[in-house]
């Protein structure tokens, strides 16, 4: 996503309320305005009413710190499901780019004076969801935090006891003291992810090379090394290509058919199987999955000379007792569109979006070809095989 | 001293004291709530936490006021002090003793049924001066949830009406004093009316299981989505309000009001009153929430009728036997 580098997030730090300011511009109130302050403050500390914006397992810590055990009511914490009507925001869990502008969002919405809790490893720098393609490294990175609260997750008492020093931070701050984050050397080496960041310079080119090995094609040695498969009689295995699927592939002219997987058609058959089979009573649509092969690295058994290709396999099935599985791919140029199965299954809208947010499949046709998973202005395909696995989504990387 | 100045500090004296109860009440409920979910609730903000509310107030004082932007600025100001001051006026004709009472109007009953239904006005004000998807819902949903509990309430109040001959508080609660508490005698008619007047006015004061319109899971707030500070606080203060006042209405038409034995009117008034009080916020922290249609289902199917059976029970009762 695009968040442009000028934009301010203002902190409520220096936030007085108008009210306040007339109490304290007010001839003959100074002298009660130090207890005032101080009064103002008790309230202010002592009333800190939550917002939770838990997304994962942080969230079920922070549910804890509000039961009995711990019991954060204790402190006159509450729990306020609208950001109008709450004081502390506590991310609890991974944000990911997508959710990132809504999280800003109800930040915005919030109230001053107001402060932000990161609780936990995601939420403080993205741990090991750091170098994913589709998190934030940290939520620091695009709205400010007051208080940090380490753990993966934090146990209850250590969000109580952030809670306490988010208390001494809004009470020195209202003296009027800089509060400085207070930077911990060995915290901040325990969340610096494992491998370095591309534009790091301690990350050398031995790295980015193991990475790239690492995530491209499995090698024949394990590709080719045998299952363990427990003695017994050999379990019985419906074919594949049922009778009916078998003909009507025939009928389309496709003889070849793999042992060990769904047979290829010929693209421009594409849409035309997925119609006849519906016909004959294949009515659901089970998956729709594309795979990236690189130049040469097609799946095993494949020509070596093969060039760059998606394969994009579709599973059908008949509903009801006895129910029938048909499957077939089609190869595809990385700039080849097919046409849509969205007219035929309902349910390969979502899933031609996914293919096509994923790994940039085009669907001719397809009535709403937007991003699902990324941002809607993410310009990566991060299940291509070219796809580094430690390049993160702009703008964080 | 004037009638006038006379009315507004004795008006100031009851409200002064009312508030002052709600404020009680909300540390009381909160510490209620965390006993029957075995914890503690607020223990460090003063001895017991007592001085929670306080907080809670000096906060919201301080918070930012937001106006969304798209929201009408007249309608959204305005909903918020209207439903405390609805939720207050009905208090005038409560006795709270034989001799505090704010106003002894003749058609005392009329009133606060009046009163108590121009309630559901602020709230449909809110939602629809939010500008919010959130708080129009639940404006939509309290309004059909009131104007239907309306009805029950209404045969409700009706029974003790007729079984006393007259519409004035007062009377009825001096009525019970020289006879017998309503809920006692005639039981059969006295305990159902006294049911159905408490279930319709935990739906019409908007709580649990009847809390459809702020539902936290579906609805956010409900009608509070928008509102920050004060203006939330005067929402949530008309809440407990309306409870507390409703829970002092059903005191006096069922529970004999200030009527009992060793101890000054007074006394018992509170007593009775809070123990209601008290019970509402036991029945919020036990029970969960009704469905939308099986809310209406109650109420059309089982308390209406039931309402109009006691309406003419208590007709007969009167004409044949008291």
Redesign the interface.
């Given at each position: 996503m695009a968040m442009s580098p000028q934009r301010t997030v203002d902190t409520g730090a220096n936030?007085r309320?108008p009210?306040?300011q007339v109490l304290l511009e007010t001839p003959g109130l100074t002298v009660g305005t130090a207890a005032l302050d101080d009064?103002?403050t008790?309230?202010?500390t002592?009333?800190?009413w939550i917002f939770p914006m838990a997304t994962s397992c942080c969230g079920i810590e922070f549910m804890a710190t509000a039961?009995?055990r711990v019991?954060i009511?204790?402190?006159?914490v509450i729990v306020?499901?609208?950001p109008?009507?709450a004081?502390v925001m506590v991310v609890a869990g991974t944000i990911t780019t997508k959710m990132a502008p809504r999280v800003l969002k109800l930040w915005e919405?919030m109230?001053?004076?107001k402060w932000c809790v990161a609780m936990g490893s995601c939420a403080i720098s993205g741990d090991f969801y750091r170098n994913l393609y589709s998190v934030v490294p940290g939520v620091d990175t695009f709205m400010p935090v007051d208080v940090y609260v380490p753990g993966c997750p934090p146990n209850p008492e250590a969000l109580m006891h952030g809670m306490l020093r988010l208390q001494e931070k809004i009470q020195r701050q209202r003296r009027g003291e800089v509060v400085v984050p207070e930077v911990n050397p060995g915290l901040m080496k325990v969340t610096q992810p494992s491998v370095p960041r591309l534009t790091e310079p301690t990350r050398s080119p031995e790295q980015t090379l193991a990475q790239e090995r690492a995530s491209d094609n499995p090698t024949a040695d394990e590709e080719s090394a045998p299952l363990e498969v427990a003695a017994g009689p050999a379990p019985q295995v419906a074919p594949l290509v049922g009778g009916d699927f078998a003909a009507l592939l025939a009928e389309l002219g496709v003889t070849e058919l793999p042992a060990d997987g769904p047979p290829v058609i010929p693209l421009a058959q594409h849409l035309e199987l997925a119609r006849r089979l519906k016909a004959l009573g294949y009515r659901q649509l089970v998956t729709m999955v594309a795979t990236h092969w690189l130049a040469g690295k097609g799946r095993k058994g494949a020509d070596p000379a093969e060039p760059e290709h998606f394969e994009l396999t579709t599973a059908v099935r008949t509903i009801g007792p006895g129910s029938k599985v048909a499957a077939w791919s089609v190869r595809l140029a990385p700039d080849e569109p097919v046409l849509t199965l969205s007219g035929v299954f309902a349910g390969a809208d979502w899933q031609e979006r996914e293919q096509f947010d994923l790994l940039g499949v085009r669907f001719a046709g397809h009535p709403d070809l937007r991003r699902l998973m990324q941002t809607e202005n993410a310009t990566t395909f991060p299940l291509r095989r070219d796809f580094p696995a430690d390049a993160p989504a702009p703008p964080w990387r | 001293m004037t009638d006038f100045t006379h009315g507004a500090l004795y008006g100031g004296g009851i409200i002064t004291v009312i508030m002052t109860l709600v404020a009680l009440a909300l540390w009381g409920e909160?510490k209620m709530a965390?006993r029957m979910?075995?914890?503690?609730?607020?223990?460090?903000?003063g001895p017991f936490?007592l001085?929670?509310p306080?907080?809670?107030?000096?906060?919201?004082?301080?918070?930012?006021?937001?106006v969304p932007d798209e929201a009408d600025r007249v309608l959204f100001n305005l909903a918020p002090p209207l439903g405390a001051i609805g939720a207050l006026a009905v208090a005038a004709v409560v006795p709270f003793s034989a001799s505090i009472i704010g106003a002894d109007l003749d058609a005392g009953v009329l009133y606060l049924l009046a009163i108590g239904a121009l309630g559901v006005l602020p709230v449909f004000i809110a939602g629809w001066g939010s500008n919010n998807k959130f708080a129009l819902l639940g404006a939509m949903r309290a309004i059909a949830q009131s104007v239907s509990y309306e009805v029950p309430l209404v045969l409700a109040a009706l029974v003790p009406v007729i079984l006393t001959g007259t519409m004035k508080v007062s009377a009825i609660v001096e009525y019970q004093a020289q006879h017998h508490w309503l809920i006692a005698w005639p039981f059969f008619l006295g305990v159902p009316a006294f049911v159905l007047f408490m279930l319709a006015m935990l739906a019409e004061s908007n709580r649990i299981p009847f809390d459809i319109p702020e539902a936290?899971s579906e609805l956010?707030?409900g009608i509070?989505?928008?509102?920050?500070?004060m203006k939330?606080a005067l929402f949530y203060m008309a809440e407990y309000l309306h409870t507390l006042i409703a829970s002092a209405v059903a005191a006096a038409l069922f529970l004999g009001g200030w009527d009992g034995p060793f101890a000054p009117g007074l006394h018992w008034m509170a007593a009775k009153t809070l123990g209601l009080f008290a019970f509402v916020y036991w029945v919020r922290w036990t029970l969960l929430r009704f469905r939308s249609d099986q809310l209406m289902a109650l109420c059309w199917r089982w308390l209406v009728p039931t309402g109009v059976a006691l309406v003419l029970g208590a007709a007969l009762w009167v004409v044949f036997v008291g």
């Amino acid at each position: 996503m695009a968040m442009s580098p000028q934009r301010t997030v203002d902190t409520g730090a220096n936030f007085r309320h108008p009210l306040y300011q007339v109490l304290l511009e007010t001839p003959g109130l100074t002298v009660g305005t130090a207890a005032l302050d101080d009064l103002l403050t008790w309230g202010l500390t002592n009333a800190m009413w939550i917002f939770p914006m838990a997304t994962s397992c942080c969230g079920i810590e922070f549910m804890a710190t509000a039961a009995s055990r711990v019991d954060i009511d204790r402190m006159g914490v509450i729990v306020r499901a609208t950001p109008r009507q709450a004081d502390v925001m506590v991310v609890a869990g991974t944000i990911t780019t997508k959710m990132a502008p809504r999280v800003l969002k109800l930040w915005e919405q919030m109230p001053e004076p107001k402060w932000c809790v990161a609780m936990g490893s995601c939420a403080i720098s993205g741990d090991f969801y750091r170098n994913l393609y589709s998190v934030v490294p940290g939520v620091d990175t695009f709205m400010p935090v007051d208080v940090y609260v380490p753990g993966c997750p934090p146990n209850p008492e250590a969000l109580m006891h952030g809670m306490l020093r988010l208390q001494e931070k809004i009470q020195r701050q209202r003296r009027g003291e800089v509060v400085v984050p207070e930077v911990n050397p060995g915290l901040m080496k325990v969340t610096q992810p494992s491998v370095p960041r591309l534009t790091e310079p301690t990350r050398s080119p031995e790295q980015t090379l193991a990475q790239e090995r690492a995530s491209d094609n499995p090698t024949a040695d394990e590709e080719s090394a045998p299952l363990e498969v427990a003695a017994g009689p050999a379990p019985q295995v419906a074919p594949l290509v049922g009778g009916d699927f078998a003909a009507l592939l025939a009928e389309l002219g496709v003889t070849e058919l793999p042992a060990d997987g769904p047979p290829v058609i010929p693209l421009a058959q594409h849409l035309e199987l997925a119609r006849r089979l519906k016909a004959l009573g294949y009515r659901q649509l089970v998956t729709m999955v594309a795979t990236h092969w690189l130049a040469g690295k097609g799946r095993k058994g494949a020509d070596p000379a093969e060039p760059e290709h998606f394969e994009l396999t579709t599973a059908v099935r008949t509903i009801g007792p006895g129910s029938k599985v048909a499957a077939w791919s089609v190869r595809l140029a990385p700039d080849e569109p097919v046409l849509t199965l969205s007219g035929v299954f309902a349910g390969a809208d979502w899933q031609e979006r996914e293919q096509f947010d994923l790994l940039g499949v085009r669907f001719a046709g397809h009535p709403d070809l937007r991003r699902l998973m990324q941002t809607e202005n993410a310009t990566t395909f991060p299940l291509r095989r070219d796809f580094p696995a430690d390049a993160p989504a702009p703008p964080w990387r | 001293m004037t009638d006038f100045t006379h009315g507004a500090l004795y008006g100031g004296g009851i409200i002064t004291v009312i508030m002052t109860l709600v404020a009680l009440a909300l540390w009381g409920e909160r510490k209620m709530a965390a006993r029957m979910q075995s914890r503690l609730g607020p223990t460090l903000v003063g001895p017991f936490g007592l001085l929670q509310p306080v907080a809670d107030v000096l906060k919201l004082l301080q918070k930012e006021d937001i106006v969304p932007d798209e929201a009408d600025r007249v309608l959204f100001n305005l909903a918020p002090p209207l439903g405390a001051i609805g939720a207050l006026a009905v208090a005038a004709v409560v006795p709270f003793s034989a001799s505090i009472i704010g106003a002894d109007l003749d058609a005392g009953v009329l009133y606060l049924l009046a009163i108590g239904a121009l309630g559901v006005l602020p709230v449909f004000i809110a939602g629809w001066g939010s500008n919010n998807k959130f708080a129009l819902l639940g404006a939509m949903r309290a309004i059909a949830q009131s104007v239907s509990y309306e009805v029950p309430l209404v045969l409700a109040a009706l029974v003790p009406v007729i079984l006393t001959g007259t519409m004035k508080v007062s009377a009825i609660v001096e009525y019970q004093a020289q006879h017998h508490w309503l809920i006692a005698w005639p039981f059969f008619l006295g305990v159902p009316a006294f049911v159905l007047f408490m279930l319709a006015m935990l739906a019409e004061s908007n709580r649990i299981p009847f809390d459809i319109p702020e539902a936290e899971s579906e609805l956010v707030a409900g009608i509070t989505t928008e509102y920050t500070g004060m203006k939330f606080a005067l929402f949530y203060m008309a809440e407990y309000l309306h409870t507390l006042i409703a829970s002092a209405v059903a005191a006096a038409l069922f529970l004999g009001g200030w009527d009992g034995p060793f101890a000054p009117g007074l006394h018992w008034m509170a007593a009775k009153t809070l123990g209601l009080f008290a019970f509402v916020y036991w029945v919020r922290w036990t029970l969960l929430r009704f469905r939308s249609d099986q809310l209406m289902a109650l109420c059309w199917r089982w308390l209406v009728p039931t309402g109009v059976a006691l309406v003419l029970g208590a007709a007969l009762w009167v004409v044949f036997v008291g």
